[in-house]
């Protein structure tokens, strides 16, 4: 079996293994029948969407992806404290802000992955991608200093994001 | 059930009520849109992670076993969440609704104060 | 003591849901009632959850998966026609 | 069975001269005889024994169930109308020869004459009242398409609607006294009712039986009021006139008189309204007569007035009388006719019909002339002529009937004077058309005698009115016998016809009305200066302006009612529902006696409240259009919120889904509306709505609590009993979906199938203006995918559909189910559609949605047509545990293959739906300059083009 | 309860018809949404209410009416194959007739002439 | 078990799917497959008629589910009557819809073919919820086919015709929870023994639903105040959809019938006869309407949609009479309106195609290419649908007449028959006079009609002529049905004694 064929038949590995998962959670077992039946569905779906999802994704360092994961994890549990002080305390105070974050990214999936982390971690929402000019838009909901909290975004979630799906091969 | 798990639960459940209430009142009472478009984006999602947590240990001490299926609910809502979120914001962007004045940056006033502008 | 937990969660939840509510009919953009909606999906599948473990039956897991999904859509969806108006292109 | 060949053989003789008529009008001519002269000839052979006082009888059934039989019977009335009927049939057909112009049809004219006497034969023919009720309206019928012959003149037109709805509506009014009559002698039968005639006039709906008869011989006959008809149905070919006015048509209704004689008559009623009718339509036509220009017209109110003397002698109802009748058919009949034809020649030879134009006939058509005169003299009641006979029959009766005590001289009064006008009438025939000088511009001239054998026929008629005027004893005495005893039931009175009974009143009278009408002759001209003055309306423009306005109030009574306004259409819909339950519960609302109502929870009432908000929101913001579809989301959410509450987790996973999917359908439409709903209701139609509303609303409160706290019964058990043993699964709302109720499924797949097959074809070849800008003229983003969403769109479709099958799966034992597992599929792809657009979608999925849809369905039923090969009924489910080792127990169902049919057909139906809208824009112009303005609520206000 | 719940589809039966009776067609499609929400909760109560139920076999031990809630589900999809094509009906009326009147005309602009 | 029974709905049903199937084939293929599929469907309807001719009443149970637990189909006179006219019905419009006037060829013939499905459904089912099902079947099928051709008119009136037939479904499904409420059960014969024992504190909220689903048919057979959506709608269709509507009507009128003599009939207890009180009244000024209605048309085509309403009016008078021999007049009716108005729909489309431009607007016109033909047929078929003798619509009228009983009932019902009659034949005379005979001096451009498509008209009429000359063994097959109807304890024993096959569903 060549390679080409083979990506054809298992066109996500990690999708399927993901999916695998997914299925033994949803179904609430873990008995033989499951396996099988999830195993397959875990093959097949993949199989026949591959159409719509054609770029497959590799994964350069699993484990900094997985610290990368924790990281976000643990953000937006602080984080969120902090912001929901912010949103109880006085109005007046907060001071939003909209900056401009230029990307190194230049895969869709990262930077996707990067404004979905920018979103979920406190103070902060995506609101605009421009791929051509190669920046986000973010929303800060009470920033101090703007350049400052772009420097930290940068280090703190695009460079592991670039490392773990983009400086890779090629 | 013994009275810790109890607790336990409990606390879950009452901290994602709590984030869940303060994405609300946050959505409720901020004053511009953007403003607003943190609360729900991030404590509403806690909230409703918190006390899926919650349901997880609660049904696995009642029932037989692990239960691990309301993980996947958590798990759409992580995934969905910034996207809505980033798409609302995108048509608030496109339709320039008003800003509080203080904000910086707005990106449809950028030629006029300039100064600010990052990068 | 947790069945009266559970209630007093879903009744903070539903306050949520009032909140959310008014917001969506106060707008005053369109963007702001879209996402006053969208915190009612995920507000609505924190009340399933807190119903099922109330109920102590798993029925509603699906719903609460399906509400997530469907959420979604929904303000994609919403926002999109604010967007470009044909959402589908 | 001779007796239903007299009817059938003309109505062959209908068919065969549209056919021969290509083989020459002679040959045309010759095949129309063919059924009326064998017609005659039977007739003629029964009349020794109908003379003998046999009467023929034939019964066929038709419709027992009903009393309509084909019952006839050939009687001395009927023989002696029937011998009219064929005869002067016969006569005009050989006439109409020569008449027709080479341009019109001869064949259509024959057909119809001869449809026409089937349908005179069949009347008084008819020994059954219904029988003979069915040949009257078909009389009716082929008359409108007589009359109207000459379908292009607008006259002929008007007058053979005027003539179809006038002795129409009569032949109704007759209906209903027939079946009034039924009812009390339980029959139809003539000889039935003619045994019961005591009963009927004694019965209390007598007087109603009888104003229902005679207005349809009234209207028949042309009796005042109902006379104007008449004379517009001149603009007929003259054939048609000399047949149906001479000796058919009118005659039907003195016909009905004559038949319904033993039945009705007899009475003060008969007497008063049958006389005074009579005797009002004889002055009238008497007089009008004299005026008419027109020479058809002169014949057509001389025409009324016999037919009023003939009324007059049936309302005097003596013996003698109704003798006198008869006679009187028979000569009015001849001499009519012949004076028809002959008017008809000299219109066919001059060109006109005009009297003042018409002068000096006799020096070009003196054979003519001497007939016509002829005629007119027994239509003047001159001796020697049959006229003169029944004239005196009729005078001799007006004097001898005394049941009015003191005022009994209006009879020989008008008697007189009717006769003084018939015989100036007849005179200025006479004069005004054969001498009176030289005829003043003819449009044919000069006019000569017609063909030799047009002029037959009324030699024949002429012949026969000398015949019986002279020898009456050897001619119409038997006819006149065989009549009278079918009319009064018994023997002829004791009578005589002479044409010289001595000099006695009757003959005096006569003198008086011969000399009265030469007089009145000679004073012509200052009464027609009166009669010009007097009287000049045109009933024909009276009646059609009736008829227009009736047909306006029709309009406006349907314009005000039927106002296209759906609003209203709607309003009454709903209103009747209100009225509906309002109606029923008046008695009284059931509250609960001792029902425990649930305490009320804290959560749901907040559910509550959002709810409303959503509910009035939706209401208060419907301007906003976006906005309120939001708000209703929020309904649409509370709503599956209290299917969990209750116990329906699958209702709440279809509502959720369902919801989504409309959403979107209702964005997707309103792209190509206005964003703004004008307002546009005033505060009167806001006022009535708010109130409908609210009464709609009360009114389903009521019925909710009412039921909710009425206890009941119901089948469930059964479900809940049988659904794992018998059907095979936990879910038993999905056991009853699949299988208790899978025919309701299949009926809903189906209506889903067909709505996608609808929207494809209302979608096909649907252009719409392309809004370019928002309802606040602002640009579209020019972004079309936002690649952010793209990404995930992609990522999240295997996982949405490794959530469906698991949906799907589940669903026979845990919520969930085909339906639920195709709309979580259809959303996971539609995500895609909005993500990454159809374009993109076309590439990767080439699914003909239609075919999907269909395939679906196409499962599901062979599915349930599988349960016949083991004889079952359709859609008979078997299931069946199997144990593989290691990993445990299978289940499968005949019902799963069924609800994967729902499952293709929901994904099919609704990616068809939403797809093809999606593409809407792609295939729609772009009509007009993409301002920023162009779309938007300014729109309202210009109305689109 | 059932007073709330009465409650709850007056209202949304109320709002349903007012919008029902309006002259363009998105807001009566908004109605008949909301219509069909009070209808297909009407035929949900004619099973009563049932707290703490369940209609799969083995779960719990109450058992609501299952029948009523086979009866909505099929209510909902026909409802929403209507839905549908009015929709698009609604669209090739307004293509047709030139605006999204329920009587193709637009009152508006008869008022100003 | 006789499979048969479901034929009516499974043969259409398939059709339409390989109609669908096959889309793209030529326009011959498809219309021989419905042709011959609908050739089929008359000759299984008439099978079953002669069944049904043997007076009992079949069962068809659903998956094997015995009543009242499962859905059944029972197969009566009445239904059997329906099913039968429905086939000849649609025998004739796809007659001559297939010369030509059914493109886009396949959406009209599979679309047609749901209708039939959903049509045949509603008269055999027995369960109430399903006659809903089968209700939205049919009504999703005839918005399609109303809308078949486009045109500002035809979407005009369809969107009435669809909007106000959604709010008739809702109704519909009110009153059938509130019936399923009270009595739980939704099989119309158990629902007929739960609705004769109702107690006193439950009969106002049946008589409720009674009245309300009375709405719902009365929607339906187009009866006042319900009627407005049918002349526009009638008069826009194209014409084979035209005649196949006429069923329409009749579906409203058939579940009027089986609701109000099955389940809320003479033996219903407290809830007895409950629609006659409204019957009566709104079937006579019904009839008014529609005979104003139809001398106030300016349109051919809309003035027989006015004629269709005039039926109704007569029918629902029928009905209201409840007695044995009114109900078999209104039965015989039934089948002459339908055939003679589905006639005259076809004729109107073959007349207005050949007057071009003027099309069937009663004004003056060029003259017609076949004059005297078509002239002719219009002619009977006018006499026959006034109710002129010797044709279908006079027997019918002298029946329903004769089955009046009281003096009232006899007055009102006489009266308005007869006066409505004397306005149709001014109206008709007037339409007819104007496009027949007052025409321009000038013949129209068009192509004489189809001979296959005046054939089918042709052959409609001949029904309706059949119906007049050998009325005798109709007669006695309605009045029999109608004695069938008015006896529903036989169609209760049939539907509750149903045996299901055995061997499935046992334990
Ligand atoms: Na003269
Ligand atoms: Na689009």
């Known amino acids: 079996m060549n390679s080409v064929t083979y990506k054809k038949l298992f066109p996500h590995k990690l999708l399927s293994i993901f999916m695998l998962g997914l299925w033994l959670a949803m179904s609430n077992s873990i008995g033989l029948g499951q396996w099988l039946l999830g195993g397959f569905l875990a093959w097949a779906i993949p199989y026949f969407t591959q159409a719509f999802w054609p770029q497959s994704m590799v994964i350069a360092k699993p484990w900094l992806a997985l610290r990368f994961l924790l990281l976000v994890l643990w953000d937006i549990v602080i984080a969120n404290a902090q912001v929901a002080v912010l949103i109880m305390g006085p109005r007046q105070k907060l001071q939003p802000a909209f900056m401009r974050i230029p990307l190194e990214l230049k895969q869709d999936f990262t930077i996707t992955l990067l404004a979905n982390t920018i979103s979920l971690t406190p103070g902060t929402v995506t609101v605009d991608l421009q791929m051509e000019e190669g920046y986000l838009l973010v929303h800060g909901l009470h920033v101090d200093d703007v350049e400052a909290t772009i420097a930290d975004i940068k280090s703190r979630y695009e460079r592991p994001l670039k490392e773990i799906f983009e400086c890779s091969k090629t | ?119 | 003591m947790l069945q009266n937990v559970i209630q007093l969660t879903m009744f903070i939840v539903a306050l949520a849901l009032v909140l959310n509510v008014w917001r969506l009919c106060i707008g005053p953009s369109l963007p702001d009632r879209i996402l006053a909606l969208d915190t009612m999906y995920i507000n609505t599948i924190a009340l399933l959850v807190l119903f099922g473990m109330h109920e102590q039956k798993t029925l509603y897991f699906e719903g609460a998966l399906l509400i997530a999904v469907m959420g979604f859509v929904g303000t994609v969806a919403l926002s999109k026609y604010l967007l470009r108006g044909d959402i589908i292109e | 069975m001779t007796l239903l060949s007299i009817i059938l053989l003309p109505l062959l003789g209908a068919l065969l001269p549209v056919y021969t008529e290509r083989f020459g009008r002679t040959i045309c001519a010759y095949s129309a005889a063919i059924g009326p002269l064998c017609a005659l000839g039977i007739l003629l052979g029964s009349s020794a024994s109908v003379f003998s006082g046999h009467i023929e009888q034939v019964y066929i059934a038709w419709l027992p169930a009903i009393g309509l039989d084909l019952s006839l019977r050939l009687d001395g009335l009927g023989l002696m109308f029937a011998l009219l009927i064929v005869g002067i049939g016969l006569l005009v057909v050989l006439y109409a020869r020569y008449y027709l112009a080479q341009r019109d049809s001869l064949g259509k004219l024959y057909a119809l004459l001869q449809l026409f006497m089937m349908a005179m034969l069949g009347i008084v023919l008819s020994s059954n009242l219904l029988l003979m009720i069915v040949f009257w309206e078909i009389t009716s019928l082929v008359s409108f398409l007589l009359i109207g012959y000459w379908s292009d003149q607008s006259d002929a037109r008007k007058g053979a609607r005027m003539a179809l709805t006038v002795t129409g509506a009569g032949g109704l009014c007759l209906l209903a006294g027939a079946l009034l009559i039924e009812r009390i002698v339980g029959s139809f039968e003539l000889d039935a009712i003619f045994a019961a005639a005591d009963q009927i006039k004694a019965h209390a709906s007598y007087p109603v039986i009888l104003v229902l008869v005679l207005l349809g011989a009234f209207t028949k006959s042309a009796q005042f009021p109902f006379q104007f008809w008449l004379p517009h149905a001149m603009s007929a070919p003259t054939p048609v006139s000399a047949y149906l006015h001479s000796a058919t048509m009118v005659k039907a209704g003195v016909f009905l008189l004559a038949r319904m004689h033993p039945a009705l008559a007899g009475t003060d009623g008969w007497f008063y309204l049958v006389t005074f009718t009579g005797m009002a339509t004889l002055l009238f036509g008497a007089y009008n007569a004299l005026f008419k220009h027109d020479l058809k017209g002169l014949l057509a109110y001389s025409t009324i007035s016999h037919l009023g003397l003939i009324t007059m002698l049936l309302g005097f109802s003596t013996d003698l009388a109704v003798v006198a009748a008869i006679f009187h058919i028979i000569n009015h009949a001849t001499f009519k006719a012949s004076l028809f034809m002959a008017a008809g020649i000299i219109d066919h030879e001059t060109g006109t019909r005009d009297m003042r134009k018409i002068n000096g006939m006799w020096k070009y058509m003196p054979h003519t002339a001497l007939l016509a005169m002829v005629a007119a003299l027994a239509m003047a009641g001159v001796p020697l002529l049959n006229g003169f006979l029944s004239k005196e029959m009729f005078f001799s009766e007006a004097l001898h009937i005394e049941s009015m005590g003191m005022f009994s001289w209006v009879f020989p009064l008008s008697a007189t004077l009717a006769g003084i006008f018939s015989v100036a009438y007849s005179v200025r025939f006479i004069h005004d058309v054969f001498f009176n000088g030289e005829p003043v511009d003819l449009p044919k001239y000069p006019p000569h005698e017609p063909p030799r054998y047009m002029i037959v026929p009324v030699e024949i008629l002429v012949g026969l009115c000398l015949l019986v005027g002279i020898v009456p004893n050897l001619t119409v005495a038997p006819f006149l016998q065989a009549a009278s005893l079918a009319v009064l039931g018994h023997d002829m009175p004791d009578y005589h016809i002479a044409i010289w009974h001595g000099v006695n009143l009757p003959l005096i009278m006569s003198f008086v009305a011969l000399a009265g009408g030469l007089l009145m002759y000679r004073q012509r001209s200052g009464l027609f200066a009166f009669y010009e003055r007097k009287y000049r309306h045109d009933e024909k423009i009276m009646f059609e302006s009736r008829v227009q306005f009736s047909v306006r109030m029709a309009q406006m009574l349907t314009d005000l009612i039927q106002n296209n306004s759906l609003q209203r259409y709607m309003a009454l819909l709903i209103g009747a529902a209100v009225v509906a339950i309002g109606y029923a519960l008046l008695p009284g609302i059931p509250w609960p006696q001792d029902f425990a109502l649930t305490a009320l929870e804290p959560v749901s009432l907040l559910a509550a409240i959002v709810l409303t908000v959503g509910a009035l929101g939706t209401v208060l913001l419907h301007h906003n259009r976006f906005a309120a579809l939001l708000l209703l989301s929020v309904v649409g959410l509370v709503v599956s919120l209290i299917f969990v509450r209750y116990s329906a987790p699958d209702l709440a996973l279809t509502q959720i889904s369902v919801e989504v999917v409309t959403i979107v359908l209702l964005m997707l439409a309103l792209y190509f509306l206005p964003q703004i709903t004008p307002n546009e209701s005033g505060a009167k139609r806001v006022g009535r709505d708010i109130i409908l509303a609210t009464a709609a609303g009360l009114g389903m409160g009521i019925l909710t609590f009412a039921m909710l706290t009425t206890p009941y019964q119901t089948l469930s058990d059964f479900y809940l009993a049988n659904s794992v043993s018998g059907g095979g699964g936990a879910n038993v709302v999905n056991v009853i979906l699949v299988d208790f109720r899978g025919f309701d499924t299949l009926g809903e797949i189906t209506v889903l199938a067909i709505a996608a097959v609808g929207i494809y074809a209302m979608l096909n070849g649907l252009h719409l203006p392309l809004p370019q800008a928002d309802g606040d003229g602002r640009r579209w983003d020019k972004e079309p995918h936002p690649p952010i969403l793209s990404v995930m769109a992609r990522i999240l479709l295997p996982l949405a559909i490794l959530v469906s099958i698991f949906i799907f799966l589940r669903g026979h034992n845990a919520p969930g189910g085909g339906f639920i597992a195709g709309l979580v599929t259809s959303v996971a792809l539609i995500l895609q559609y909005l993500a990454s657009g159809t374009l993109w979608m076309q590439e990767r999925l080439r699914w003909r949605y239609r075919r999907v849809a269909v395939s679906g369905v196409l499962i599901a039923t062979l599915t349930g047509v599988g349960s016949w090969f083991f004889g079952y009924p359709f859609l008979t489910s078997t299931f069946d545990h199997f144990h593989i080792p290691l990993i445990g127990e299978i289940e499968l169902a005949s019902a799963m293959i069924f609800d994967t049919g729902v499952y293709i057909t929901v994904v099919g139906a609704t990616l068809l739906i939403l797809a093809h809208l999606g593409k809407l824009a792609q295939t729609s112009h772009s009509p007009r300059p993409p301002t920023s303005k162009a779309f938007s609520g300014a729109d309202l206000n210009k109305g689109d083009d | 309860m059932e007073i709330l719940i009465s409650a709850v589809i007056a209202i949304l039966t109320s709002c349903g018809v007012y919008l029902l009776l309006r002259g363009r067609t998105f807001p009566i499609i908004l109605g008949l949404t909301l219509l069909t929400y009070a209808v297909n909760l009407f035929i949900f109560m004619s099973g009563r209410l049932n707290t703490s139920a369940s209609t799969i076999i083995g779960v719990g031990d109450q058992y609501a009416d299952p029948l009523p809630q086979a009866l909505v589900l099929t209510a909902i999809v026909i409802s929403f194959a209507m839905t549908a094509f009015v929709l698009v009906l609604a669209l090739r009326a307004r293509a047709e007739l030139g605006n999204d009147h329920v009587d193709g005309r637009n009152s508006i602009e008869e008022i100003k002439s | 078990m006789n499979h048969l029974i479901i034929a009516p709905v499974l043969l259409p049903l398939l059709t339409a799917i390989v109609l669908l199937l096959g889309t793209g084939r030529p326009p011959r293929i498809q219309r021989g497959i419905s042709f011959i599929s609908v050739c089929a469907q008359l000759a299984v309807a008439l099978v079953l008629l002669s069944i049904a001719a043997g007076d009992q009443t079949l069962v068809y149970a659903l998956g094997n589910w015995a009543p009242p637990f499962g859905i059944v189909l029972v197969l009566d006179r009445l239904s059997a009557l329906m099913v039968a006219l429905t086939a000849s019905l649609a025998f004739f419009s796809l007659w001559y819809a297939a010369r030509g006037n059914d493109k886009p060829t396949d959406s009209l013939h599979s679309v047609m073919h749901f209708l039939l499905m959903g049509v045949n459904g509603a008269f055999l089912t027995g369960d109430l919820f399903n006659l809903f099902v089968f209700f939205e079947v049919l009504l999703i099928a005839s918005y399609t086919l109303l809308l078949h051709g486009g045109g500002a008119a035809r979407i005009k009136s369809g969107l009435h015709y669809v909007l106000l037939n959604l709010i008739g479904s809702s109704l519909f499904l009110i009153a059938a929870a509130l019936l399923y409420g009270l009595t739980g059960t939704l099989n119309m014969a158990d629902m007929a023994v739960k609705v004769a024992n109702t107690s006193a504190e439950q009969a106002p909220l049946m008589h409720a639903a009674a009245l309300l689903l009375l709405v719902v048919f009365g929607l339906k057979a187009a009866m006042v105040p319900l009627y407005f959506w049918l002349p526009r709608a009638y008069a826009s269709a194209s014409a084979p959809v035209a005649a196949m509507f006429c069923i329409m009507t009749k579906i409203g009128i058939y579940a009027i019938i089986r609701m109000y003599s099955l389940v809320f009939g003479t033996e219903a207890g407290l809830l007895a006869n409950v629609a006659s009180p409204w019957l009566w009244p709104l079937a006579l000024i019904t009839l008014t309407l529609g005979a104003a209605g139809a001398l106030a048309a300016r349109e051919l085509r809309l003035q027989i949609a006015y004629l269709v309403v005039v039926s109704v009016g007569t029918m629902l008078a029928g009905v209201a009479l409840n007695s044995v021999a009114a109900l078999g007049a209104t039965l015989y009716y039934l089948l002459h309106s339908t055939w003679v108005c589905a006639a005259l729909f076809l004729l109107a489309d073959i007349i207005m195609r050949q007057r071009g431009a003027t099309s069937d607007r009663i004004i003056t016109g060029p003259r017609l290419k076949q004059p005297v033909l078509l002239g002719t047929v219009f002619f009977i078929g006018a006499a026959a649908v006034i109710g002129m003798p010797p044709l279908s619509g006079f027997i019918g009228k002298v029946m329903l007449m004769r089955s009046a009983v009281s003096d009232e009932q006899t007055f009102w019902l006489w009266f308005l028959l007869l006066a409505s009659s004397i306005v149709m034949v001014t109206a008709l005379s007037r339409s007819g006079s104007t496009i027949f005979w007052r025409t321009e001096n000038r013949t129209a451009k068009a192509d004489k009609a189809d001979h296959l498509a005046l054939a089918a008209v042709m052959a409609l009429f001949a029904c309706t002529l059949a119906l007049s000359f050998a009325a005798s063994p109709v007669v006695n097959y309605t009045q029999a049905t109608a004695a069938q109807i008015m006896a529903p304890n036989n169609y209760i024993d049939a539907v509750l004694s149903h045996q299901t096959v055995e061997g499935v569903h046992h334990e």
Request: hydrophobic share 50%; net charge neutral; with cysteine.
């Open chain 2, 1 to 119: 059930m013994n009275i810790y798990l109890e607790v336990t639960i409990s606390l879950f459940l009452l901290l994602g009520g709590v984030f869940a209430l303060i994405g609300s009142l946050g959505l409720a009472r901020l004053q511009d849109f953007f403003m607003r478009l943190h609360g729900p984006t991030k404590a509403t999602t806690l909230g409703v992670g918190g006390m899926i947590i919650g349901s997880i240990i609660f049904f696995s001490a009642t029932e037989a076993g692990l239960s691990f299926h309301e993980l996947l609910i958590a798990l759409f809502l992580f995934i969905t969440a910034p996207v809505s979120a980033h798409i609302v914001g995108k048509a608030a962007l496109h339709r320039q609704i008003a800003c509080e004045e203080r904000t910086r940056n707005i990106p449809w006033q950028r030629q006029s104060d300039n100064s600010d502008s990052t990068s």
